[in-house]
């Protein structure tokens, strides 16, 4: 069993940064895959950014060049840092722990890009 707790959600101005954390609870931290989804009202949720355990990253054409992923296996935590934001990026932010069969979610944190 994994716990995830998101934090480092806000409003924020467009062209503005947010970081977010993701704080992991359980065993074995170090052998999930860690991603990042969002989902804005009306649409279904989507991955933002992925970083597997052994370090490698992706992220879809959408935040690339703008978001960063990155983990720390000591500290379990898993980050998003989230630069040139626009408002299109708003919506509940979401930390998800993957190592098949087996997934698990975080209760997400509201990202808001607005003037």
């Known amino acids: 069993q994994v716990q995830l707790v998101e934090s480092g959600g806000g409003l924020v101005q467009p062209g503005g940064s947010l970081r977010l954390s993701c704080a992991a609870s359980g065993s074995s931290f170090s052998i999930y895959t860690m991603n990042w989804y969002r989902q804005a009202p009306g649409k279904q949720r989507e991955l933002v950014a992925k970083?597997?355990?052994?370090?490698?990253?992706s992220y879809p054409d959408s935040v690339k060049g703008r978001f960063t992923i990155s983990r720390d296996n000591a500290k379990n935590t898993v980050y998003l840092q989230m630069d040139s934001l626009k408002p299109e990026d708003t919506g509940v932010y979401y930390c998800n722990a993957w190592a098949a069969p087996n997934g698990y979610w975080g209760q997400g944190t509201q990202v808001t890009v607005s003037s």
């Open positions: 970083i597997t355990s052994g370090g490698s990253t």
